[in-house]
């Protein structure tokens, strides 16, 4: 039964129990700051690994479907998405008038985000990868973490200490496309085959590279350096690295550094303080609501095509939020934008979407059962 509980939520959970809300057995510690700020890197670089472009590749259509046609998923995907976006807008604007929180801008971010670590996994233990409401969600939760990846880049940009050089961030994408081509250049190389194996390993080292050279780039032109981090990982994605690679990568990541990461966010938050503000109380199921009312509208327009239990299922599994909304949070207190307490409010509605979100879908979802079902959706 605790399969339901993403592993993430399990090690904030634990954070809680050893930190300031529970035991207080962690010291502060450099070592610690220094680890846990490598795991949020990390973590933001699996992000944009973990995106799929091969699912935005034109693929012929297999067979019609009998009945409402066969959606085009980029499109739905794109205007479920802005429909998301523009829902969050206008009920970012309801909590800045009723004095919860004064940027709409880091409001609409976090209400709008969706979260890919949570989306991928439930998918695949559904067995729902492959079909056409899966292969729908993916590409929402897709355009939703590329979004609002590039819109918290606008936002450090706008707001943060230097202002006004939003320019500068042309400079990281075209150092990304200059790094994509020669990647693309050197991939299929010979001698770059000959030095991926045995002690040399060179597809590790040079994804290690990457990932330094753009984050230390990112915080050079005034970005967040989880940016850089989150680029270098679109960029791996988009060279199609061999599985034994990404496994690697993988094991290191959620093997080491961002456990640590994630346990730190849970040892940071102060529950008891937030229990003793009445406004962050009602803030908490405020936004939640917010979380759910933003996903469960724009994506009734998938009722034309699916009965209302899948596209239920689909609204609520798009409704967990965690990694953007860590993000968001971290660095709007950082610049300044909001308080502590608010910081760990909102990390706390994150951490609560993902604990009651997926057990919905995996209880409303049906998994097809014909063939004719499981076609994959035409692009």
């Not at 034109?58 to 479920?80: D, E, M, Q």
């Not at 590329?146 to 606008?154: D, G, N, R, S």
């Not at 200490?161 to 790094?179: D, K, Y």
């Not at 967040?224 to 989150?230: C, D, S, T």
């Amino acid at each position: 039964r605790l399969k339901s509980i993403p592993v993430v939520v399990a090690e904030i959970i634990v954070g809680l129990i050893i930190g300031y809300s529970g035991f207080n057995l962690v010291e502060e510690s450099t070592w610690l700051e220094t680890l846990s700020t490598l795991g949020f890197i990390f973590l933001m670089f699996l992000s944009g690994l973990e995106i799929d472009f091969s699912i935005f590749a034109n693929k012929k259509k297999t067979r019609k479907p009998k009945t409402n046609g066969s959606p085009n998923a980029v499109l739905i995907a794109f205007i479920i998405f802005v429909g998301i976006f523009i829902l969050s807008l206008l009920l970012s604007y309801l909590f800045v008038l009723a004095g919860f929180i004064d940027n709409v801008f880091l409001m609409t971010l976090i209400i709008s985000t969706i979260s890919l670590g949570v989306v991928v996994p439930t998918l695949k233990e559904e067995q729902a990868m492959k079909t056409t409401i899966g292969q729908t969600i993916l590409m929402i939760a897709v355009i939703a973490d590329l979004a609002t990846m590039i819109l918290l880049a606008v936002f450090v940009s706008i707001y943060g200490e230097s202002s006004g050089n939003m320019w500068l961030l042309l400079i990281l994408f075209a150092a990304g496309v200059l790094i994509y081509f020669l990647g693309k250049y050197f991939q299929n190389r010979t001698f770059v085959e000959t030095m991926s194996k045995g002690t040399i390993q060179i597809g590790t080292r040079a994804v290690f590279t990457l990932i330094i050279f753009l984050v230390a780039l990112s915080e050079t032109v005034g970005a967040e350096n989880i940016l850089g981090a989150f680029l270098a990982g679109a960029l791996v994605s988009l060279l199609s690295p061999n599985q034994e690679l990404v496994h690697k990568l993988d094991s290191f990541g959620y093997g080491f550094l961002i456990p640590i990461f994630f346990v730190m966010v849970g040892v940071e938050i102060d529950l008891w303080s937030l229990f003793s503000d009445p406004k962050v109380l009602i803030l908490i199921p405020l936004l939640l609501l917010a979380l759910l009312i933003s996903k469960l509208l724009p994506v009734a327009l998938l009722k034309k095509w699916y009965d209302w239990r899948t596209v239920f299922s689909a609204s609520m599994l798009l409704t967990s939020t965690l990694s953007l909304v860590i993000a968001a949070a971290t660095i709007g207190e950082r610049m300044g934008v909001i308080n502590s307490d608010m910081e760990s409010a909102l990390i706390l509605v994150a951490v609560l979407s993902c604990l009651i979100t997926p057990p919905f879908f995996k209880k409303f979802y049906v998994k097809p059962e014909s063939e004719e079902q499981k076609q994959i959706i035409s692009f």
